[in-house]
Each structure stands twice: as C-alpha cells, then as structure tokens.
C-alpha cells in the first residue's frame, strides 16, 4: 500500500494530473484534427507547434490561476473524466453482452447511440461546470451511486429483454416500440 501512496504523492506533488495529462490530452487531440483535415497542409512540423500552442494555452492559465472561478477547463476536464470513462466502459459492457447473446447492431442504431452519447458528454461536462441541480441536491436519499445503478439496471435489462423476448401478436403500442427497437438488433 506505500507504493499505491507514493505513486499518488508523486503524481499530486510533480503537477502530472494538473499539467502533464492535461497537455497531452489537448496536445493529441488538435494534433490527431490537424494532421486528418490539413488544414496547416502537408507539414507535421506545423502541426506539432499548433498542438503544442493550443496545449499550453489550455494548461498555463490553470497553474498560473487565472481562470474565473469555476470555469477552469483543467478543473472541469479532471471532474469531467471519471464520469466519461464509466459512459465508455458502460458502452463497451454492452457491446460484450450482445456478442455474448450473439446479436449484431444494425445501421439503424448507429444515430441513437450517437445521440445517447453526445447527451451524456453534455450532461457530465454541464453537471462539471455547474449547470444545472442533480437530484441529489433536492432529495437527500437520491445519490450518484442510486443514478449510476439505475442507468445500469435500465440499460442491460433493456438489452437482455430485447434478446431473450418472446414473438407475441399483440398489436400494442408497447410491441411496436419493442419491435423497433429489436429492429435495431439482428440476431445471425
């Protein structure tokens, strides 16, 4: 357990989890849009200073504390992250369990996971930079792990009951709703 707690001074006492990490992440994403769209042409040189540039003006400011009080994008970055990374493990978690059940996304998926995933960015990122009101902040007994889990139980048991539903002639609204949404998944 000394290693786990000298690692973490490390990492807290050398500035990686405020400046490094930051500055690499910024730094390999306007690397990774500039080298794909060109925009600098055809040189990685000019690409490199761009990425460098932009990663310095995102970190700099933070060590040198003068961003507004609560919109500190490295802060919003570090609170943002946790929550992004279980959004991805959770869509990975899916992705398992339906090769497990041996069913296949069909194309017309494609545009509703990326509405569901571009709506839970904007949620984490509004929720880290002060938005709006969780319900934890009105009901007492209503906590993050309560949401966590809901999300988990509506998800999967969405996804085992669209696999392992039985055909019904019922013409309800219901059966239509689930008739769409197994048309989004193709058994083989």
Not at 16 to 29: C, H, N, R
Not at 43 to 55: H, R
Not at 77 to 93: E, G, H, K, R
């Amino acid at each position: 357990m000394a290693a786990v707690d000298t690692l973490s001074s490390f990492i807290t006492n050398f500035g990686i989890l405020e400046f490094l990490l930051p500055f690499l992440l910024v730094f390999t994403i306007i690397y990774a849009v500039a080298e794909k769209s060109k925009i600098l042409g055809e040189k990685k040189a000019y690409n490199v200073v761009l990425a460098v540039i932009f990663g310095l003006l995102f970190v700099l400011p933070h060590q040198l504390g003068i961003y507004p009080l609560g919109y500190d994008p490295v802060a919003v970055l570090n609170a943002s992250l946790p929550s992004i990374a279980l959004v991805a493990v959770a869509a990975i978690m899916i992705l398992l369990l339906m090769g497990v059940f041996g069913a296949n996304f069909t194309t017309k998926i494609a545009p509703w996971i990326a509405l569901a995933s571009l709506g839970f960015v904007i949620y984490i990122f509004g929720s880290a930079l002060g938005f709006w009101i969780s319900p934890s902040t009105q009901l007492s007994w209503w906590t993050t792990e309560l949401t966590e889990l809901l999300i988990i139980i509506l998800v999967f048991g969405g996804i085992v009951w669209l696999i392992t539903k039985e055909p019904n002639n019922d013409p309800g609204p219901i059966k239509k709703f689930g008739d769409y949404l197994q048309s989004m998944v193709e058994k083989p």
